[in-house]
């Protein structure tokens, strides 16, 4: 445990085989879309860069596609070449000069993808896709496991610290374990062992095709809330599996895309969901990560401290203030900028195909382009109304070192 009287269990540091995180705050991996941007690459380091200088303890980045045909969109994300690999150094590089740790993740979209090669282990239209996807073939199901180790292998050299396995969430490997996606007769359907064959294969793989050191976080769906989803049952075996086949970590994720049950929105409470992490990690004996509806350094400190799980997953709160953990590490819990879960300016843009940024903090996903610093010469300057937009501007000038007076109509 730390010496930190704030938040001692989520700043405390966790040993990780040859690695050590500095506490137990990862930044879940989110989609952005700015490696699609021009200067991508850099866009992509200094966004994950800053989060890193604000305390962060491990960086997981947005999915990669293992192959072309786990795009979850045409042209999206992916890595699958070394010609490749310069760019994601830019980003490995970037955030471990800034103090933290960087994992890929790696995902293939399965019948999520919105493209013509979108292919599934049964060819079910998803309820929130218009296309219907091709059933892998089994020479093809065994080529998609040796992709996602050749990615973890590329991300390796590329420096990454790690990878996270998306296994949860209704994307390809977990419409493998779900009866609900899975209607093969073949050895990778039918019955649980053989619904849990594919998973179990990719980690196995990676573990293999990798050094020791390199970490493997596999994220399991602890809650699937569809119809015809694994059940708990099945779940806690399949976690079991997992750290047999040679995960390291456990990350746990919450509900399909297509489940009709809100997991991440506003009117959802704090730390709903980490029950549902308990669960498996009172059957692993790797460390499990917490996720969902934790925008708060006291939730996290409470699912922990009530043995939820060992880490906490935060994406959304750490795109609205990048400095979470150092704000919450000096005792400056009130100046945090807590992220309200409205989705509009991260989900809803990334659903009409825009890149990613804050309502709360409109500079996220900017940081190359609106970069605050210090100004050349400091001057007095008045702010006339105290709303948001002269509430913004009077913050930016004293961040920039101006002496400010803002004024506002009422008291």
């Given at each position: 445990m730390t010496n930190n009287p704030h938040f001692p269990l989520m700043l405390a540091p966790l040993k990780l085989k040859h690695n050590e995180l500095k506490n137990r705050i990862?930044?879940?991996?989110?989609?952005?879309?700015?490696?699609?941007l021009p200067n991508g690459a850099q866009r992509l380091a200094d966004f994950y860069a800053e989060r890193a200088r604000g305390g962060v303890g491990l960086i997981i980045t947005g999915g990669y596609a293992p192959n072309k045909a786990g795009h979850l969109e045409m042209n999206g994300p992916i890595l699958h070449e070394h010609a490749q690999i310069d760019d994601h150094q830019?980003?490995?590089?970037?955030?471990?000069?800034?103090?933290?740790?960087?994992?890929?993740?790696?995902?293939?979209?399965?019948?999520?993808?919105?493209?013509?090669?979108?292919?599934?282990?049964?060819?079910?239209?998803?309820?929130?896709?218009?296309?219907?996807?091709?059933?892998?073939e089994p020479a093809q199901v065994e080529q998609t496991i040796k992709d996602f180790s050749t990615c973890a292998q590329l991300a390796h050299k590329a420096g990454y610290d790690g990878v996270e396995i998306m296994g949860s969430e209704g994307y390809l490997i977990n419409q493998f374990?779900?009866?609900?996606?899975?209607?093969?007769?073949?050895?990778?359907g039918g019955s649980v062992d053989n619904r849990h064959r594919f998973p179990l294969e990719i980690v196995r793989t990676?573990?293999?095709?990798?050094?020791?050191?390199?970490?493997?976080?596999?994220?399991?769906?602890?809650?699937?809330?569809?119809?015809?989803?694994?059940?708990?049952?099945?779940?806690?075996?399949?976690?079991?599996?997992i750290e047999q086949a040679g995960a390291d970590i456990l990350s746990t994720g919450i509900g399909w895309h297509e489940a009709r049950i809100p997991t991440i929105v506003y009117m959802v409470p704090r730390g709903t969901w980490s029950f549902a992490a308990r669960r498996i990690k009172e059957a692993v004996n790797?460390?499990?990560v917490v996720s969902n509806r934790l925008n708060t350094p006291e939730t996290v400190e409470e699912v922990l401290?009530?043995?939820?799980?060992?880490?906490?997953?935060?994406?959304?709160?750490?795109?609205?203030?990048?400095d979470f953990v150092n704000k919450a590490a000096a005792g400056e819990r009130d100046q945090i900028n807590?992220?309200?879960?409205?989705?509009?300016?991260?989900?809803?843009?990334?659903?009409?195909?825009?890149?990613?940024?804050?309502?709360?903090?409109?500079?996220?996903?900017?940081?190359?382009?609106?970069?605050?610093?210090?100004?050349?010469?400091?001057?007095?300057?008045?702010?006339?109304?105290?709303?948001?937009a002269g509430m913004a501007a009077a913050s930016i000038a004293g961040a920039r070192g101006h002496s400010v007076t803002l004024f506002e109509e009422n008291e």
């Amino acid at each position: 445990m730390t010496n930190n009287p704030h938040f001692p269990l989520m700043l405390a540091p966790l040993k990780l085989k040859h690695n050590e995180l500095k506490n137990r705050i990862i930044m879940g991996a989110m989609h952005t879309r700015l490696e699609a941007l021009p200067n991508g690459a850099q866009r992509l380091a200094d966004f994950y860069a800053e989060r890193a200088r604000g305390g962060v303890g491990l960086i997981i980045t947005g999915g990669y596609a293992p192959n072309k045909a786990g795009h979850l969109e045409m042209n999206g994300p992916i890595l699958h070449e070394h010609a490749q690999i310069d760019d994601h150094q830019i980003v490995t590089k970037a955030v471990h000069e800034a103090g933290s740790k960087i994992f890929l993740q790696i995902l293939h979209a399965g019948r999520y993808g919105a493209t013509l090669k979108t292919v599934a282990p049964s060819a079910i239209r998803a309820p929130i896709s218009p296309l219907t996807p091709k059933a892998l073939e089994p020479a093809q199901v065994e080529q998609t496991i040796k992709d996602f180790s050749t990615c973890a292998q590329l991300a390796h050299k590329a420096g990454y610290d790690g990878v996270e396995i998306m296994g949860s969430e209704g994307y390809l490997i977990n419409q493998f374990t779900a009866a609900r996606t899975n209607q093969r007769d073949d050895k990778w359907g039918g019955s649980v062992d053989n619904r849990h064959r594919f998973p179990l294969e990719i980690v196995r793989t990676i573990r293999a095709d990798t050094p020791d050191e390199f970490i493997i976080m596999y994220r399991i769906s602890s809650l699937e809330l569809v119809e015809d989803g694994a059940t708990g049952t099945q779940i806690i075996s399949l976690a079991k599996e997992i750290e047999q086949a040679g995960a390291d970590i456990l990350s746990t994720g919450i509900g399909w895309h297509e489940a009709r049950i809100p997991t991440i929105v506003y009117m959802v409470p704090r730390g709903t969901w980490s029950f549902a992490a308990r669960r498996i990690k009172e059957a692993v004996n790797i460390p499990v990560v917490v996720s969902n509806r934790l925008n708060t350094p006291e939730t996290v400190e409470e699912v922990l401290r009530d043995g939820h799980g060992d880490l906490a997953y935060l994406a959304r709160p750490l795109l609205a203030d990048p400095d979470f953990v150092n704000k919450a590490a000096a005792g400056e819990r009130d100046q945090i900028n807590i992220c309200i879960a409205c989705n509009q300016a991260c989900l809803d843009y990334i659903f009409k195909a825009k890149a990613a940024t804050c309502l709360v903090n409109p500079r996220a996903g900017h940081e190359t382009d609106l970069q605050i610093i210090p100004a050349d010469k400091p001057k007095r300057i008045a702010v006339i109304g105290g709303g948001a937009a002269g509430m913004a501007a009077a913050s930016i000038a004293g961040a920039r070192g101006h002496s400010v007076t803002l004024f506002e109509e009422n008291e």
